[in-house]
């Protein structure tokens, strides 16, 4: 008996869906639909500041718009935050997570004093990586830090962590500038693209939690999906990198690796990706200027969902 196929819309609840949310919920809900399986909702609303339920309620208006249904009850991340909490620590258990105390200001400082020039740095999804100012800060500095309530951030040791994945010894290691090893053993399946090997150094350490928020995006995203048995994974091309780190930390959990399926985004006329500031573009002002659901999958189905570039 083969796998059943579950896919997931998983929307942040800061603001109105646009007509690229909507490309990326019609097309989970179809691959779903398609192979008779099932269609998940999750709410990421770690960002506290910023969701806000009336957002939430919209989302749900938005959907049944559209004519799509989905199971419940729906995933809140932010009523699981015991679940990203006990993956950290299995982390920090192996040894592989480290305080950073540095300000973005501190650290691009940090970037433009170092022998290279800022604009040769290899630049990783998330810009230059980390240059590792807090990696060897011992433990009295540590504590001295955490007993005047410094902001914080939890990294990911890069280097340790692929050590780990690849049965390595860490003494091994060459000295190489980022981005540094792959390894071809960890892999994934991309839809249109077929077996992709996993490169997460090019994140570098990348943060995985900070003080005030107990997980990141990488870390509660690649948790939920594992507990809640995706076994495909819809989303926009600008997270194609994303699916780097995300390999290496199913690796590093025991975690489930679905199947992946990147496709084109939607944007503005000038080539500029769609943000939900635009609100002319929002379903909801759509919806209230008189478009119909058919005329918003129209558009949607317009796009070339898949290319090999």
């Not at 679940?83 to 920090?92: C, E, I, N, S, V």
């Not at 009295?140 to 990911?156: D, F, G, I, M, Q």
Request: glycine share 6%; net charge negative.
């Amino acid at each position: 008996m083969s796998t059943p196929v579950i896919t997931r819309f998983a929307p942040s609840p800061t603001g109105h869906l646009h007509l690229g949310h909507a490309l990326a919920a019609i097309e989970a809900f179809d691959m779903a639909m398609e192979r008779g399986g099932r269609f998940l909702l999750r709410m990421e609303d770690i960002d506290v500041g910023r969701a806000k339920p009336e957002f939430e309620e919209a989302i749900y208006e938005d959907l049944e718009w559209l004519g799509l249904s989905w199971e419940s009850p729906v995933r809140r991340q932010s009523e699981h935050m015991d679940d990203y909490a006990g993956a950290l620590a299995t982390l920090d258990e192996m040894g592989l997570l480290y305080p950073c105390f540095c300000t973005r200001k501190e650290i691009m400082a940090e970037i433009e004093q170092s022998r290279t020039a800022p604009h040769l740095l290899n630049q990783g999804p998330d810009g230059p990586p980390y240059p590792g100012t807090c990696l060897n800060m011992d433990a009295h500095e540590v504590k001295n830090k955490e007993s005047e309530n410094a902001p914080y951030a939890l990294r990911l040791n890069m280097k340790k962590a692929m050590a780990v994945v690849g049965e390595m010894s860490p003494l091994k290691w060459p000295a190489l500038t980022w981005p540094a090893l792959t390894w071809p053993t960890l892999t994934w399946i991309d839809k249109n693209k077929g077996e992709i090997t996993a490169q997460p150094e090019i994140f570098g350490d990348v943060v995985l939690a900070r003080k005030d928020v107990p997980t990141s995006y990488h870390l509660a995203v690649t948790l939920d999906d594992h507990l809640q048995g995706v076994t495909l994974v819809s989303r926009g091309k600008d997270l194609f990198a994303a699916t780097h780190l995300h390999r290496l930390l199913q690796a590093l959990l025991s975690l489930d690796t679905p199947v992946y399926a990147h496709h084109n985004m939607i944007k503005n006329e000038d080539g500029s990706r769609m943000s939900k500031r635009e609100k002319s573009m929002t379903l909801k002002s759509l919806r209230e200027s008189g478009h119909k659901p058919s005329d918003i999958k129209e558009l949607v189905h317009k796009n070339e969902l898949y290319t090999n570039d």
